[in-house]
């Protein structure tokens, strides 16, 4: 379905569809200053040509930090005659969170998803017949499992055969109890990092600065690389453009947590 960005005149808003293309229809995005905003998490707008831009759900696309509008507004003016959503990871990031900070019906879906990376994360799951890497698997990933039980409290157990195995009830408490701990903008951080990374342990870790960025995406693609070594990728631009992808949406997932509580007096 082709997308369309929709003008409301009489309210000075531009309406964001979730189209994954628009045609660009303003000439320069900018950052303004909330009066009185009733959520400390909704103090910076995002505008475009002086309107207000509105989320899916006909939300005003408003944020905690002007470093953080910044960033979304330079999302905006890079964009060329058609609007790539792809491109625009940070915008996409903050159009979520506020969504569920009016509405949080969805909130919970997210934590069970998040919980399911956990019981299928690679970091546990090490199904493969090649010596050579489980051994390599073993060496990089048993420090971030042991790293990661220590640090939350956990025993979680990594797994080699075919049936995933439940996460015990005490595990399973203790990292949901982590995840409704966290709020809306960090809510999603952590979901999107989950989701490219395949791995709830590393985006947790990463997320509390238990392992840097280049780790994190290096240790999720252990078998990737391995089997590049191995045979001649029958794609390999499709490969890239797809580890390019995780590694983007990962990195504005990280920045996007790390401007959250951002400010400037500069603005």
Known sequence: MRGLIIRFAFA????????????RAFKEA???????????????FIKLDGKSVKTQQRNILAVPSPQLAACIAQEF???????????????????????????ATNREYIEKTIISHLENDIILHRRNQNSQLLKIQQQQWD?????FNSRFGM????????QIASLSQQNKVKIESLIRGLNNWQLVS?????????SCILAIQLSYGLVDLNKALSLCNIENYFNK???E??????????????????????LFSSLIYSQSILY
């Open 233 to 254: 990728t029958e794609n390999p631009q499709e490969s890239d453009e797809e580890d390019n992808k995780i590694s983007m949406n990962v990195q504005a997932a990280q």
């Open 155 to 162: 025993d979680i157990q990594a797994n080699d055969s075919i």
């Open 12 to 23: 000075e808003q531009v309406s964001v569809q979730p189209q994954t293309y628009l045609k």
């Open 30 to 44: 900018t950052v303004e200053m909330a009066i009185n905003p009733i959520n400390p998490y909704h103090q910076w």
């Open 190 to 198: 952590l979901s999107s990092k989950a989701d490219n990374l395949k």
């Open 229 to 231: 070594k191995l045979t």
């Open 77 to 103: 003016n890079l964009q060329k005659e058609f609007l790539s959503f792809k491109q625009m990871p940070l915008m996409m990031l903050a159009r979520n969170a506020i969504d569920l900070d009016y509405d």
């Open 143 to 147: 420090p971030q499992l042991r790293q």
